[in-house]
């Protein structure tokens, strides 16, 4: 047998996972472990200006990738830095493995240098955590990482590894285990048939029918299965935040995302309906405003890999706990034996049913309204243009704010894992290096960050790393000057007093990117917005930094009218409601 | 109302710490809480009794399914059970009360575990119920201290929690 140090039976055991690339930052308690990682060519690393971005970059590698992405960080500060990936991608269900150094063993407890108890720090925002006790432990403890990250709901596994244990000199027996065991862990796979069977008599009888489908879609990959399903029943879709992409979004069947500052149609037709088939979407209270006002008439279905997503916010009344492929391919096929036996009066129904939504949907309620003579560029326009410009089918990262739901709008996604951005935990810094984690990870595609003044700031630092790998990253910064959604809520909700919402001392960005050496314009005027956009993208492989100044009173309409609404209810333009 | 739920769980360092933090960060409360190696050392059995309807338990339950560490769980008060709670209680016991402590204990079928010339413990076993209702029938007698195991359970017959 093999006889390895501690230190590269961590390097071997990622290399025998297939892991090409891993998101980390030195410090004293990983000295070993990088000193392996130095010794050989297969698992990349990539050296990030601070942990919280390896994180947001593994992440990003593992939405767009569908693998999972791993994460190499130092005890005390480095690991504490971590904690924001962490916890963003454990609240959007994303697949990360997470190695922590920490202290040598004997010095647990004694607050020694650089040490924190970063088993129990991450404790409430993991799947699950390992603190290893020696170095026998490590394959065996990488293996159930692995498979417990990327298995039933995904999500953060971290592995806190003390460095007496990753001793060079000290050799172990190492043999990477095919496969292994975990007795209390047995994730669905198969849905009841029984209720599968019942749920599809529902979804055949339904007049009023909608799917919401969320990001457990894309994450299970049950993207083609759903779009043969909606395809073959007709029925509108509409996708969570999480979700888009994963029903083309230029398709007429999809009425736009829903919730909080979903669509019209879509928020309209999941009041009005009397069916509501929910897969891999969790009733986020972002969706379903007032809860016992939630979609009065409608019996709902809900398919999910989680049994503790299903009626946690909203009671269902057919639950499937399953894998969304083994439940979508079964009722694909009882769906698509029965839909020959649909009669003419079941299809004027739903005639009916569409002319309705067609009629909502003519309200037009993401029309972008402009004075003839106004050259400020509106925010939704400078995402329009770069839908645009960039040919349509890039991969989109976005920050948190208004920002990122004029992206989800106006950019329309074909394709799953195209649209990234932190749903959840609305993590602001996240945009720039998620978009880094899927340029690595796809280095020969359009990447694009749409970001705010606001969030872009909060992991800048990055653009060092993108000068160091040379990611050609095209970043749109939708700077309105202002922390646009708090600004939005103040002047809704406290009479227009901004508290700390306005950014000031903004920097000269252009300035600040050629500094980091890349390329920057500032785009001023609706004039420009184009030829300069276009400019941008034609730099194929630089990275664009492209600071759109926005109308700063724009907000984001649909929004819901809270406290106390129903989907229903929205503000759809300044002082117009439902 | 109240809930007895019984589980197995891995007896792994850390394994207890996220049973216990899985309440605290989503908000259920532990009413009492008991747990010990079984005579699988690998496996900790282990008791709480939490109140909650029947929605909150559910959660609860499938949260608590969601652990890693969670082997298989129970909820006890679906079912007939046995519920035994251990207490000792430290009484001021001097020569006027002696005789009447005495005789309630052995009421409640209590034993003298400890004497001293001022005081007496007794310990109880019984259901929660059992033990309240001791603790109240001491009357004008200066309890001095009290300790509490939290209530452990079996199902009755021949339903078991085992792998």
Known sequence: MERLSGADAIIRSLQEEGVDVIFGYPGGAVLH????????????????????AATHMADGYARSTGRPGVVLVTSGPGATNAVTGIATAYMDSIPLVVLSGQVQ???IGTDSFQETDMVGISRPIVKHSFLLKSA???????????????????GPVVIDIPKDITNPTDLIDFEYPDTIEIRSYNPASKGHSGQIRKAVSMIMEAERPVIYSGGGVIQGEGCELLTHLTRTLGYPITNTLMGLGAYPGTDPQFLGMLGMHGTYEANMAMHHSDLILAIGARFDDRVTNTVPLFCPTAKIVHVDVDPASISKNVTVDVPIVGEVTQVLEEMNQLVDAQIGERTEGQKNVLADWWTQIEGWRGQDCLKVIREDDDKQIKPQEAVQAAYELSGGDAYVTSDVGQHQMFAALYHPFDQPRKWINSGGLGTMGFGLPAAMGVQLAFPDEQVIC????????MNIQELSTCSQYGLPIK??????????????WQDMQYEGRHAHSYMQSLPDFVGLVEAYGHVGFRIETVDDLEPMMKKAFSLKDRLVFVDVLVDPEEHVYPMFVAPNGSMRDMWLRRGVRT | MRRILSVLLENEAGALSRVVGLFAQRNYNIETLTVAPTEDQSLSRLTLTTHGNDREIEQITKQLNKLIEVVKL??????????????LVKIRATSSQRAEIKRTADIFRGQIVDVTGSTYTI????????????IGALGDAVIMEVVRSGSSGLSRGEKVLAI
Do not use: C
């Open chain 1, 33 to 52: 472990i990088y000193d392996a990682l130095f010794q050989q060519n297969q698992v990349r690393h990539i050296l990030t200006r601070h942990e919280q």
């Open chain 1, 105 to 107: 063993s004997h010095l």
């Open chain 1, 136 to 154: 026998e432990e490590i394959a065996p403890a990488i293996k159930k990482a692995f498979v417990i990250a990327t298995s039933g709901r995904p």
């Open chain 1, 450 to 457: 749409i970001t705010g003044e606001g969030s872009i700031q």
């Open chain 1, 475 to 488: 970043i749109i910064n939708v700077n309105n000057q202002a922390l646009g959604m708090v600004k939005q």
């Open chain 2, 74 to 87: 129970v909820d006890l008060t679906d079912g007939s059970h046995v519920e035994r709670e251990l207490m």
């Open chain 2, 123 to 134: 310990q109880l076993t019984g259901t929660k119920d059992k033990l309240d209702a001791f």
